[in-house]
């Protein structure tokens, strides 16, 4: 068996911060993007202030990591790290120490949000899905390893955000019926590629988020999404539920333009109805009936 060691970093790709100078990649200037799509502002921009990776021990963001490797379809070995969970021995959150035989193999890593309920299966170097009821924050990476010899190899690998994010603020104040926010997207897929990153399957999903903030404050939900090319458009709806499951407000924004490791922001009124109501009077009598008595 060969000894590997691996550290894990996650890095978010920032292109108006990239310092990198090889040929495929070009030094590009962002600034914000706002626009305007029906009842709701869109707003667009980085999920990341810098490009410089970090290990994934320091960034609270990533709360499970996932390291399998394959020979060709045969998984051969897979585990995964729990933050605050026991480790191996000598292991810490982000670094994983294992053996494998001579071969060739296709080493996938992922890193990502994790709460209670959550479900992120790993098939092969193109697929994974979260299963469960949310998508969350999440970092990948593929690469080629070659075990040629018994000696010791250590592999550093460095995750890229592959999905987008949709928040949805409300402009004006939850009421108390308000429990939860729907989001339904067009397009998209809670299934994904490690190696490009980009969905497996485009038939849209929805995502349901309880509503943290107190009755008669602004809102606040954010949902992700696995996009089936880097930049994709998209029609998001948007629906109010109350404890039992009923819409008390739907909204369909339609349009929006999404792009991985890129926040999107959809702020409007969700729970007044903003319309104008006007009402009229038919002051006309119809034809009287005279009775002679």
Same mark, same amino acid.
């Given at each position: 068996?060969?000894?590997?060691?691996?550290?894990?970093?996650?890095?978010?790709?920032?292109?108006?911060?990239?310092?990198?100078?090889?040929?495929?990649?070009?030094?590009v +200037?962002l600034?914000? !993007?706002?626009?305007?799509?029906?009842?709701?502002?869109v707003?667009?921009?980085?999920?990341?202030?810098?490009?410089?990776?970090?290990?994934?021990?320091?960034?609270?963001?990533?709360?499970a990591?996932?390291?399998?490797?394959?020979?060709?379809?045969?998984?051969?070995?897979?585990?995964?790290?729990?933050?605050?969970?026991?480790?191996?021995?000598?292991?810490?959150?982000?670094?994983?120490?294992?053996?494998?035989?001579?071969?060739?193999?296709?080493?996938?890593?992922?890193?990502?949000?994790? +709460?209670?309920?959550?479900?992120?299966?790993?098939?092969?170097?193109?697929?994974?899905?979260?299963?469960?009821?949310?998508?969350?924050?999440?970092?990948?990476?593929?690469?080629?390893?070659?075990?040629?010899?018994?000696?010791?190899?250590?592999?550093?690998?460095?995750?890229?955000?592959?999905?987008?994010?949709?928040?949805?603020?409300?402009?004006?104040?939850?009421?108390?019926?308000?429990?939860?926010?729907?989001?339904?997207?067009?397009?998209?897929?809670?299934?994904?590629?490690?190696?490009?990153?980009?969905? !497996?399957?485009?038939?849209?999903?929805?995502?349901?988020?309880?509503?943290?903030?107190? !009755?008669?404050? +602004?809102?606040?939900?954010?949902?992700?999404?696995f996009?089936a090319?880097?930049? +994709?458009?998209?029609?998001?709806?948007?629906?109010?539920?109350?404890?039992?499951?009923?819409?008390?407000?739907?909204?369909? !924004?339609?349009?929006?333009?999404?792009?991985?490791?890129?926040l999107?922001?959809?702020?409007?009124?969700?729970?007044?109805?903003?319309?104008?109501?006007?009402?009229?009077?038919?002051a006309?009598?119809?034809?009287?009936?005279?009775?002679?008595?």
């Open positions: 068996m060969k000894k590997l060691s691996l550290i894990i970093g996650v890095v978010a790709i920032f292109a108006s911060c990239n310092n990198e100078s090889d040929t495929n990649t070009k030094s +200037q600034a914000p !993007v706002h626009v305007q799509i029906n009842d709701f502002d707003s667009v921009e980085s999920m990341a202030p810098t490009r410089a990776a970090r290990p994934v021990e320091g960034f609270n963001n990533v709360q990591v996932t390291l399998a490797f394959y020979a060709g379809d045969t998984e051969v070995y897979k585990t995964t790290q729990y933050r605050g969970a026991s480790l191996g021995e000598g292991e810490t959150f982000g670094q994983v120490d294992l053996s494998l035989p001579l071969g060739s193999y296709t080493m996938v890593a992922l890193a990502y949000g994790f +709460q209670d309920g959550d479900v992120l299966t790993l098939t092969s170097p193109t697929l994974a899905a979260y299963t469960g009821d949310h998508t969350r924050e999440t970092f990948a990476a593929t690469q080629a390893v070659n075990i040629v010899n018994t000696t010791p190899v250590n592999i550093n690998a460095t995750l890229n955000r592959i999905m987008a994010k949709v928040d949805v603020n409300s402009t004006d104040l939850r009421p108390a019926e308000a429990h939860s926010v729907r989001v339904t997207f067009s397009a998209g897929s809670k299934s994904f590629n490690p190696t490009t990153g980009l969905a !497996v399957g485009n038939a849209g999903f929805s995502n349901e988020v309880a509503i943290s903030k107190n !009755v008669g404050e +602004q809102t606040k939900t954010g949902s992700y999404v996009l090319a880097d930049e +994709q458009t998209v029609d998001v709806t948007i629906e109010v539920l109350n404890s039992g499951g009923t819409a008390i407000f739907t909204k369909q !924004v339609t349009n929006v333009p999404l792009k991985r490791n890129r999107t922001t959809l702020t409007g009124a969700m729970y007044t109805n903003k319309g104008n109501a006007a009402f009229s009077v038919n006309d009598w119809e034809t009287g009936n005279t009775i002679n008595f």
